[in-house]
């Protein structure tokens, strides 16, 4: 068993795919798996079950995956401290953020990061941002772009980086939907919340707020649809299929933002902070303070 192995099994339990694990480790998927049944041999313990490509991690899988993880900071803190330059700093971070937080702090940052430190590189990978905080906790990431929390976990340590305020959206196109929200704008009324469909995210915190704030108000939202991420729900707003509520953050960034536009409603939703979060113990990573320092170095100076 070498850092490579530990390398390897970190990837398969993350991506839960050969097929990806093979393409980034320039690999076949058959390499990939002779090489994970090395493992297993030597191991003593069947560490994945295989079904179509896809893994799944075995109680003894989970276990190994700690000491994967343990090993290969090890190997990377080892190789740092008998760097003939201590200040210089290099290795892999993993950051997982969605499409738009990520092009958008990350746009900032880099520049800082790779002039600071060019021997750190990340490996982002994107998806629903409400999925960031719970990929960290469970040490699937090193960092996550993300929303803060209402409650912050204990383990966690978060960086907020920017303010991004929460909007209720509708779409621009001629649909019914236009006309009943144009006629209830032009007389400055309440909006039937009965008779609009409303398209949530299937979790986060957009939608915890969304649906809080309407609870307050004694409203019951008519839900026409529940999809994964905010730009799908931009997405399924601009076809006329509903409204919903959204971060600006996300509106700016969108290539449908000409065919959805800002509604008069529920306009005093708390807004979202979003930035960086890590795990507590992970902050002693000099990899993980370069690229903290980096992000504070970008937005605050």
């Not at 030597?42 to 899988?61: Q, S």
């Not at 760097?83 to 700093?89: A, E, L």
């Not at 880099?110 to 040490?139: C, F, H, M, S, W």
């Not at 803060?148 to 991004?164: E, G, N, T, V």
Request: aromatic fraction near 6%; include cysteine; glycine fraction near 4%.
């Amino acid at each position: 068993m070498d850092i490579r192995d530990c390398q390897l099994f970190i990837q398969l339990a993350s991506t839960q795919h050969f097929g990806k694990v093979a393409n980034a480790a320039h690999l076949s998927p058959s390499a990939v798996s002779r090489q994970l049944q090395r493992l297993e041999t030597e191991v003593g313990k069947k560490l994945i079950e295989r079904d179509n490509r896809h893994v799944r991690l075995t109680p003894a899988g989970r276990h190994f995956l700690d000491y994967a993880y343990q090993t290969v900071q090890a190997w990377q803190q080892l190789k740092r401290d008998l760097s003939d330059d201590p200040q210089t700093i290099s290795g892999e971070l993993s950051v997982y953020g969605s499409v738009t937080a990520s092009f958008s702090l990350l746009s900032q940052i880099l520049p800082v990061l790779r002039t600071r430190y060019p021997g750190v590189e990340l490996k982002l990978r994107t998806g629903d941002q409400a999925d960031g905080i719970e990929r960290v906790l469970n040490n699937s990431e090193d960092c996550a772009i993300a929303a803060q929390p209402d409650i912050l976990p204990s383990q966690l340590q978060f960086l907020a980086l920017q303010q991004s305020p929460l909007y209720l959206i509708g779409p621009t196109m001629n649909c019914s939907l236009s006309q009943r929200l144009e006629e209830a704008s032009a007389v400055n009324i309440p909006l039937d919340w009965t008779q609009i469909p409303v398209i949530l995210a299937e979790h986060g915190l957009a939608r915890e707020r969304f649906l809080q704030r309407l609870r307050q108000l004694n409203l019951h939202p008519m839900i026409y649809a529940q999809v994964a991420g905010h730009e799908a729900v931009v997405a399924m707003v601009s076809l006329g299929f509903g409204v919903a509520v959204v971060p600006e953050l996300v509106i700016k960034h969108s290539p449908r933002q000409d065919t959805i536009r800002i509604l008069p409603w529920l306009d005093d939703l708390e807004p979202f902070r979003i930035g960086l979060c890590a795990r507590q113990e992970r902050l002693a990573d000099p990899l993980l303070q370069a690229f903290w320092q980096s992000a504070q170095l970008a937005v605050f100076e």
